[in-house]
């Protein structure tokens, strides 16, 4: 995942979707609040390039969590889609001691990032008795890691075998790669099992939906971040839905960042999007499948562009797709949204939903 700086500016995800504009005192902060994302992203992107230079410009992702520290000279990287972990030093003195310690850290990371700064290079990563990769990934003895014993006796082990160096422009990247258990996806998803059940009976959502989201948006990373400022399992944007989510809660303002990055929080309040979704904006879809289609659509892109798709009075639209068989008004969703990232949502989510149908 090598993102560079034109990258930065991508559209938002959990558009506000009540098709009303808030007072203006709301978008003015909504619109500070995201150039100076927009600016500390930038910081930190031309940060990367400086060090690493402009094809080696790594920023953590939904699914990626990219932590730098030693000045930017080490990073450390966790693909939650394809299941790996690299850890890169461009270090000039003792580059093994910098990927060492990288390493046992990584392994260890606990499962709350509130505490963590991932558009820094600070040494903020505080080791967890119980590590978010925990199960995920075995050591050389086909042994779990928990302790940070055996997380040094791994690295030592990796340092020794798995060494790799490569040149890229003037400087040379030293890494080491490992492969989390096949069914890492399983497991992480097992973890948040009940928090979902909750969440689930709470709104009204079904388990599985809940549960298809999260692995749509984040592959159950709680450290999930998004270059529009979507945070944790379910990419919850603080501006948009969680405003929705604290109004319908009788809460003032907007959740923090500390709260959305709490795993339990996130939950509940992506899941309470959706019942929002589900029984306001779009409860005048009178078929329950053909409304979930719509409710998964619209989780990306808000439920304005998906009635729109219909026609652009909602009436009209509502009336159109209660006139439609639900097979008609998923085909439609799927080749005829505006956003080719809403149609290829609804298709990834569905797909995901039937497994987890399957599955409980």
Known sequence: MKKILALLLVAPLLVSCSGK??????????????????????????NIENIWGMNEVLIAGPKDYVKYSDQYQTRSHINFDSGTITIETIAG??????????IITTLLIGEDPGGVDLYSDANDIQISKEPLLYGQVLDNTGEPI??????????????????????????VIYSV????????????????????RQAAAKYGVESS??????????????????????????????HSAGVDVFKMQGKWGKPSRSYLFDPANNIDTGTAY???????????????????????????????????????????????????????????LTT????????????????AQKSYRRGG
Request: net charge positive; hydrophobic share 40%; aromatic share 10%.
């Open 21 to 46: 504009k808030n007072s203006n005192e709301f978008n003015e902060a909504f619109v500070k609040d995201t150039n100076g994302f927009d600016i500390l992203m930038g910081q930190f992107a031309n």
């Open 93 to 102: 003195t003792d580059p093994a001691a910098h990927l060492r310690q990288a």
């Open 146 to 171: 928990r302790w940070e014993w055996r997380a040094a006796r791994f690295a030592d082990y990796l340092l020794q075998s798995r060494l790799q160096k490569r040149e890229s422009g003037l400087r």
């Open 177 to 196: 790669t490992i492969q989390l258990v096949p069914n890492h996806l399983d497991k992480r998803a097992h973890k948040y099992l009940p928090m979902v």
């Open 209 to 238: 939906l809940i549960l298809a989201i999260m692995q749509t948006e984040s592959s159950f990373n709680p450290y999930a971040v998004s270059h529009s400022d979507a945070l944790g399992l379910m990419q919850v944007v603080q």
């Open 274 to 332: 959706l019942a929002i979704l589900q029984n306001n904006y779009l409860g005048g879809i009178s078929n329950p499948t053909s409304r979930r289609y719509a409710v998964i659509t619209a989780y990306n892109g808000g439920a304005g562009s998906v009635l729109r798709v219909f026609s652009s009075d909602k009436e009209r639209a509502l009336n159109i797709i209660n006139s439609m068989a639900p097979g008609d008004v998923y085909t439609t």
């Open 336 to 351: 005829k949204h505006p956003s080719g990232e809403s149609r290829r949502y609804l298709y990834k989510v569905n797909t």
